[in-house]
């Protein structure tokens, strides 16, 4: 006789939580369907957040090529497998983690909520699922690193055009526990954005999202020679005083470190958002610059914004610890690949062995499962943990997290994989219903 076996993981306790709750006519705090989520947060999002968070490069063709990537695919559920447990664990860069999962940096999130990065850290901390800080965070890295517990976390580099900044940013990852660097390739400038530019909205020119520079010693001294040499020079300021011009001087006073008071009467936070904006990233980089990490930091080199199976080769000549295959979410590049497409070109190019994330349109644990399948050992959530934030804070974010491990939890139920190395290629077609062009 076969011994029953009870089925159980998070999928089903997250169930569970949410139909016992239901009961007594509790609901969600954030909304379990993507398309009521990205709704929801709409709503209580400011239009110039909405439009930083939410918006994409030019029409927004790359973020509908990211969706329609994915369904472009068919998941194939195998029947009588007989596995009443899954092991959703993986072993990333010598660190075992519960799920194949990480949170997404993602700049300037002060405009969704002041403590953007501390609600995130915190939430990554409670699901023990690891978070990439942002290098364009309006919390020092030094913070949200406290808040992080045992939950490893990554940190993410954008190379400025000063050497000896990049260095400090690097050794204080070291410094901060990070078990991984993580270097953004492909905003080496940013790209074409008409939400943001109808709005005629920045965030960093109103100071947010500058919070990794302002708390380090290099930034802070470039800021002071510049300073200096204005004064030196008799340079005088050419900005025209008008009620907007007033609001973002408030802005960047409030959003510098130090006293409000203090700030208002102090050159150093203006000289702070127009020396972010001359240096913060190199368009000259190059595979040159990458090729130097090797002596500047001892943490495992990740490098992020990989689309093109010969720049994956050479990132893997290089010895980086993996790579993250990413379009940012569709912000960059209009009409671009999408991130899953590039997945199966770049895995079938460098082969099983090297470590590969997808980055960019997942939504749900179904697409975490396809990615999965298609090659990738783990995946980077972004938009959707942003909007459980805009809706409900830390909690939001902690329940956007626990909906998509238990759908993926579920879906590897459902098609008889027990762990995420059973998740392969054969549990996916082409999709026989597609019909998109």
């Known amino acids: 006789m076969v011994e029953p076996a009870q089925s159980v993981g998070p999928g089903r306790e997250r169930q569970g939580a949410i139909y016992s709750a239901g009961v007594t006519g509790a609901r969600p705090l954030v909304p379990t369907s993507f398309a009521d989520l990205e709704r929801a947060a709409q709503r209580v999002a400011s239009p110039k957040g909405w439009a930083y968070v939410a918006g994409g490069a030019g029409e927004g063709r790359t973020?509908?090529?990211?969706?329609?990537?994915?369904?472009?695919?068919?998941?194939?559920?195998?029947?009588?497998?007989?596995?009443?447990?899954?092991?959703?664990?993986?072993?990333?860069?010598?660190t075992r983690l519960s799920s194949p999962l990480l949170l997404a940096p993602v700049g300037a999130g002060q405009l969704i909520d002041p403590d953007a990065d501390l609600h995130?850290?915190?939430?990554?901390?409670?699901?023990?699922?690891?978070?990439?800080?942002?290098?364009?965070?309006?919390?020092?890295?030094?913070?949200?690193?406290?808040?992080?517990?045992?939950?490893?976390?990554?940190?993410?580099?954008?190379?400025?055009?000063?050497?000896r900044l990049v260095d400090s940013l690097?050794?204080?990852?070291?410094?901060?526990?990070?078990?991984?660097?993580?270097?953004?390739?492909?905003?080496?400038?940013?790209?074409?954005?008409?939400?943001?530019?109808?709005?005629?909205?920045?965030?960093?020119?109103?100071?947010?999202?500058?919070?990794?520079?302002?708390?380090?010693?290099?930034?802070?001294?470039?800021?002071?020679?510049?300073?200096?040499?204005?004064?030196?020079s008799g340079a005088a300021s050419d900005v025209k005083v008008t009620l907007q011009a007033i609001r973002s001087l408030i802005s960047i006073t409030r959003n510098?470190?130090?006293?409000?008071?203090?700030?208002?009467?102090?050159?150093?936070?203006?000289?702070?958002?127009?020396?972010?904006?001359?240096?913060?990233?190199?368009?000259?980089l190059s595979w040159d610059h990458i090729a130097t990490l090797r002596d500047r930091t001892r943490l495992p080199v990740v490098l992020k914004g990989i689309l093109h199976p010969d720049d994956a080769r050479r990132a893997v000549d290089l010895g980086v610890a993996g790579i993250v295959v990413s379009n940012h979410g569709?912000?960059?590049?209009?009409?671009?690949?999408?991130?899953?497409?590039?997945?199966?070109?770049?895995?079938?190019?460098?082969?099983?062995?090297?470590?590969?994330?997808?980055?960019?349109?997942?939504?749900?644990?179904?697409?975490?499962?396809?990615?999965?399948?298609?090659?990738?050992?783990?995946?980077?959530?972004g938009r959707p943990y942003m909007y459980g934030m805009a809706i409900a804070g830390q909690q939001g974010v902690e329940e956007v997290i626990a909906n998509v491990v238990a759908e993926l939890d579920l879906t590897m139920a459902l098609t008889g994989a027990t762990d995420v190395k059973d998740v392969s290629r054969d549990l996916v077609v082409p999709n026989p219903s597609w019909t998109g062009a």
């Not at 990537?69 to 195998?78: G, L, M, S, T, Y």
């Not at 127009?274 to 913060?280: A, Q, R």
């Not at 082969?351 to 749900?364: F, K, Y």
């Open 63 to 94: 973020m509908r090529n990211n969706r329609a990537a994915f369904d472009r695919w068919a998941i194939v559920p195998r029947m009588a497998h007989g596995g009443a447990t899954r092991d959703l664990s993986v072993d990333l860069l010598g």
């Open 120 to 163: 995130t850290a915190r939430a990554a901390a409670s699901t023990g699922v690891p978070y990439i800080f942002t290098n364009q965070g309006g919390t020092p890295m030094e913070e949200a690193a406290a808040e992080m517990g045992s939950t490893p976390h990554w940190v993410q580099l954008y190379w400025s055009t000063d050497e």
């Open 170 to 232: 690097i050794g204080r990852a070291e410094a901060s526990g990070a078990t991984a660097l993580v270097v953004t390739l492909d905003t080496t400038t940013l790209g074409w954005r008409p939400q943001d530019l109808t709005l005629g909205s920045l965030p960093f020119a109103q100071g947010l999202g500058i919070g990794q520079y302002t708390s380090d010693p290099r930034f802070r001294d470039i800021v002071a020679q510049r300073v200096a040499a204005a004064k030196a």
């Open 256 to 284: 510098h470190p130090g006293s409000f008071w203090t700030n208002i009467r102090s050159p150093l936070p203006r000289a702070s958002v127009e020396t972010f904006l001359d240096i913060y990233s190199n368009p000259g």
């Open 330 to 381: 569709g912000r960059q590049v209009d009409s671009s690949i999408a991130s899953l497409d590039a997945l199966v070109d770049v895995r079938e190019a460098i082969g099983p062995e090297p470590t590969v994330l997808l980055d960019s349109g997942i939504r749900t644990g179904a697409d975490v499962f396809t990615a999965l399948a298609l090659g990738a050992d783990a995946c980077l959530l």
